[in-house]
C-alpha cells in the first residue's frame, strides 16, 4: 500500500499569508492549478482512489485530481481536517505570535492532538483501502506534523499542490518523498 499526500491548492488566504486552520476557505485560480499540477505528478504512480478532508479547498483539490487522474473521488475524513488556530484564524502568524506564543492559548490546537488525528486518519484509510494506492488530500501542519512523527525528524513547510509519499513497508511508514522531492 501506498499513500500520496498532496497539500490542497492555494486559496486567497494563503496568498495573503493568513492563518486558515479549521476555517472553509475554497480555492482560488492558483489553487486549482496546482491541483492540476499535482495530477500531472502523481500520475505516473498509479493511484486507485482519492480522499481527503472535508473542507472545500482540499475536497476541491480532490475533485479535479480525481478527474485528471481518472480515478474515484472516495469520502472525506474528518480526521484531515487542518489544525484548528481557534482566535488565530484570519491573523497572520506574525499576530498570532505577539497574543499566543509558541502557539499556545486562544483555542489553537496542540500539535500532539493535530498528530493523533493524523495517524488516526492513515489507520482509516489503511483499513478501508487495504493494499490499495491512495491520493490523500488535506492541509500542510497535519501532513508534516504526522509524517514527521514517522521520520524522527521535523520536516521542512509543504508547499500547496506538492506531493508526499509514504509506503506501508511491513507494517511501518517509511516517508519517501516531501515536496515532490526524494528524502
Same mark, same amino acid.
Given at each position: *500500500?501506498? !499513500? $500520496? ?14 492563518? +486558515? ?12 492549478? +496546482? ?7 502523481? @500520475? ?8 481527503? /478532508?472535508?473542507? &472545500? ?9 480525481? +478527474?485528471?487522474? $481518472?480515478?474515484?473521488?472516495?469520502? &472525506?475524513?474528518?480526521? !484531515?481536517?487542518?489544525?484548528?488556530? %481557534?482566535?488565530?484564524?484570519? *491573523?497572520?502568524?506574525?499576530? &498570532? ?7 499556545? %492559548? ?6 500532539? &492532538?493535530?498528530?493523533?488525528? $493524523? ?11 487495504? $493494499? ?16 514527521? /512523527?514517522?521520520?524522527?525528524? @521535523?520536516?521542512? #513547510? ?13 507494517? #511501518? ?11
Amino acid at each position: *500500500m501506498k !499513500l $500520496g499526500f498532496i497539500r490542497h491548492g492555494q486559496t486567497d488566504w494563503n496568498a495573503r499569508e493568513l492563518l +486558515q486552520g479549521s476555517s472553509d476557505i475554497p480555492l482560488n485560480e492558483v489553487g486549482r492549478e +496546482q491541483a492540476r499540477a499535482a495530477a500531472a505528478a502523481l @500520475k505516473p504512480d498509479g493511484w486507485d482512489v482519492i480522499v481527503s /478532508s472535508p473542507l &472545500s479547498r482540499a475536497r476541491e483539490t480532490a475533485g479535479i485530481i480525481a +478527474q485528471e487522474l $481518472g480515478i474515484e473521488l472516495g469520502r &472525506s475524513y474528518d480526521e !484531515l481536517i487542518e489544525r484548528d488556530y %481557534g482566535q488565530a484564524e484570519g *491573523m497572520t502568524l506574525e499576530e &498570532s505570535e505577539k497574543r499566543w506564543p509558541d502557539k499556545t %492559548g486562544g483555542g489553537i490546537e496542540t500539535l500532539q &492532538s493535530v498528530v493523533a488525528r $493524523g495517524r488516526r486518519a492513515i489507520d482509516l484509510i489503511a483499513a478501508e483501502f487495504d $493494499g490499495k494506492n491512495v491520493a490523500v488530500v488535506c492541509h500542510g501542519t497535519i501532513i508534516r506534523y504526522t509524517l514527521s /512523527s514517522f521520520t524522527g525528524y @521535523k520536516l521542512d #513547510q509543504v508547499r500547496n499542490g506538492s506531493v508526499a509519499l509514504v509506503d506501508d513497508l511491513d507494517g #511501518q511508514w517509511k516517508v519517501r518523498s516531501v515536496n515532490d522531492q526524494l528524502l
